[in-house]
Every structure is written in structure tokens, then in C-alpha cells.
């Protein structure tokens, strides 16, 4: 068995994107790594600046670059931490809830589009996708364990 798989969802997720980059800049005046950070303050719970920067995989110097510039667009909100250091709490701005609310919805509905013309069941897809994310998260009795092996259990090997 040929195992091609890891490098063609590679392949999707970078045309995905890119295209996503593209179309983000073009219309929205964002770029889709910002976009993201947006996201990720609005919908994933990303409150503070180490939080972002955990979530988008990237180093806190290059989350405080961004949040500079989101917070210059009116995107996003900086303000100290009330419980005092030397942190800020992120929150969306009304433009910049807007602008996650509607192109997250465009970007959506043009995966669900794409997943369409493919032929693939677009439940189906996000279910298998749910499984994969849960098989990554560590299991409850793995204190301490950070991720599991990608190569813990690769088919046809032993």
C-alpha cells in the first residue's frame, strides 16, 4: 500500500489556503493567517495573546505583530488584564465580528460547495474530520501527554 495520503491532505490544505488567502484579500482587504487570529479570538476562546499564539502554532513576538495590526484595522480590542501583568485580554471589535461572522460563512460555503462538486457528503467529511481532530487530543488519563504519535498506529505495519 502506498502511503500517500499525509502528503495529499498537505497538498488540499495548502490550496485550501491559498485560495482562501487570496479571495480574503482581494474582498475582505485580510489576509487569511489574520483572518484566522480572528477566528480564533471570536469563536475559539483565544483571549489572550498566548493564547492566540498556542492556538495559530506561532511565537508570541509574531502574534504581538499581528495584533497590532488587527487592532490598527479596528478588527480587535486590546485591553490590559484586570487582573494586572504584564498580559492583555483580545476581543473582536464590532467590525471585526462582522467580518468573522460573514466570510466565515463564505469560506464555508465554498468548502461545502467544492465538497459538493467532488462528490464527497459534506456530513461525512466533517465527521471523519471530528474523529481525526479527537484522535489527536490526548485521553484523559494521559496527564502530561501533549499529542499522540502520528505514527503510533500506521496501517499495514507493525
Known amino acids: 500500500m502506498e502511503l500517500t495520503l499525509s502528503r495529499k491532505l498537505h497538498k ?4 485550501l489556503d491559498r485560495a482562501a488567502d487570496a479571495r480574503l484579500r482581494a474582498d475582505a482587504g485580510i489576509s487569511y493567517p489574520r483572518f484566522l487570529a480572528l477566528y480564533m479570538v471570536g469563536s ?23 495584533v497590532r495590526v488587527l487592532a490598527d484595522h479596528q478588527w480587535l480590542e486590546v485591553v490590559p488584564d484586570p487582573a494586572g501583568g ?54 484523559p ?8 504519535s502520528l505514527l503510533g498506529s500506521v496501517p499495514g505495519r507493525a
Open 141 to 148: 488519563s494521559g496527564a502530561g501527554v501533549r499529542e499522540r
Open 86 to 139: 504584564n498580559r492583555n485580554r483580545l476581543k473582536l471589535t464590532p467590525a471585526g465580528q462582522q467580518l468573522v461572522e460573514s466570510w466565515g460563512g463564505e469560506l464555508e460555503a465554498r468548502l461545502a460547495n467544492l465538497l459538493e462538486a467532488a462528490g464527497v457528503p459534506y456530513r461525512t467529511y466533517l465527521s471523519h474530520t471530528d474523529r481525526l481532530l479527537d484522535a489527536l487530543d490526548p485521553p
Open 44 to 66: 475559539e476562546g483565544a483571549d489572550t495573546q498566548r493564547s492566540l499564539a498556542e492556538r495559530l502554532g506561532v511565537s508570541e513576538p509574531s502574534v504581538s505583530r499581528m
Open 12 to 15: 488540499l490544505t495548502a490550496r
